[in-house]
């Protein structure tokens, strides 16, 4: 059995929607980011951590990729054309999605007031919707690497939801419509009611 450390209102939802598609069970220790709780496994007080025996393991696109490693589902094998694709589209959402929200999160609320530049946030705005309609261009199939549910999907999805939370211009047409029925996975529910 796993165990997250974080909530389901952070990154550690991904882990938690990675474990239901995995059909493993795991518990959950409720710690906020950088709480003293978050920093007894995580220095840095960010969340998620995943407790695996003895192994603590940080970062949540990490942990994600781990487990399906581990679990041989979702990911296409290691040292394969269609891994490299995976890794590439997994490395974009982190640099034009995730990295964007969290630069927002942190001139919204995770930085000191003296240190948040509220005028950067239209143009991360800007930013994410320009990436936004970059990824619904590529969308050809049922998932964003085709006919299976990978890694990235998850990754995606999160970080749709979340620009949602954050005030950003809802995600329309076909990435919208695509984000809406993966939250419709029995998976994604369960997750969500875990974390309610």
Same mark, same amino acid.
């Given at each position: 059995?796993?165990?997250?450390?974080?909530?389901?209102?952070?990154r550690?939802?991904?882990?938690?929607?990675?474990?239901?598609?995995?059909?493993?069970s795991?518990?959950i220790?409720?710690?906020?980011?950088?709480?003293?709780e978050?920093?007894k496994?995580?220095?840095?007080?960010?969340?998620?951590? =995943? &407790? +695996?025996?003895? !192994?603590?393991?940080?970062d949540?696109v *990490?942990?994600?990729?781990?487990?399906?490693? %581990?679990?041989?589902?979702l990911?296409?094998?290691?040292?394969?054309v269609?891994?490299?694709k995976?890794?590439?589209?997994?490395f974009? =959402? &982190? +640099?034009?999605? !995730?990295?964007?929200l969290?630069?927002? *999160?942190?001139?919204?609320?995770?930085?000191? %007031?003296?240190?948040?530049v509220?005028?950067?946030?239209?143009?991360?705005?800007?930013?994410?919707?320009r990436?936004?309609?970059?990824?619904?261009?590529?969308?050809?199939?049922?998932?964003?690497?085709?006919?299976?549910?990978?890694?990235?999907?998850?990754?995606?999805?999160?970080?749709?939801?979340?620009?949602?939370?954050?005030?950003?211009?809802?995600?329309?047409g076909a990435?919208?419509k695509?984000?809406?029925?993966?939250?419709?996975?029995p998976?994604f529910?369960?997750?969500?009611?875990?974390?309610?």
């Amino acid at each position: 059995m796993y165990t997250v450390v974080g909530t389901a209102k952070s990154r550690a939802f991904r882990v938690m929607w990675m474990l239901e598609e995995l059909g493993q069970s795991y518990d959950i220790i409720p710690a906020g980011p950088r709480t003293d709780e978050a920093k007894k496994y995580n220095p840095s007080g960010k969340v998620p951590a =995943l &407790i +695996d025996g003895d !192994d603590v393991l940080t970062d949540s696109v *990490a942990i994600m990729q781990y487990l399906a490693d %581990k679990h041989g589902a979702l990911t296409a094998p290691a040292g394969t054309v269609a891994r490299a694709k995976q890794d590439a589209m997994l490395f974009w =959402l &982190i +640099d034009e999605f !995730d990295a964007v929200l969290w630069a927002a *999160a942190k001139h919204s609320f995770v930085f000191p %007031k003296d240190k948040r530049v509220p005028e950067i946030k239209p143009s991360l705005r800007a930013e994410f919707d320009r990436a936004a309609t970059g990824l619904s261009e590529r969308l050809d199939g049922p998932f964003l690497m085709g006919a299976e549910i990978t890694v990235p999907d998850l990754l995606a999805v999160h970080c749709i939801n979340w620009s949602i939370g954050a005030g950003f211009e809802r995600v329309e047409g076909a990435l919208g419509k695509w984000a809406s029925q993966m939250r419709q996975r029995p998976a994604f529910k369960a997750a969500q009611a875990r974390g309610a």
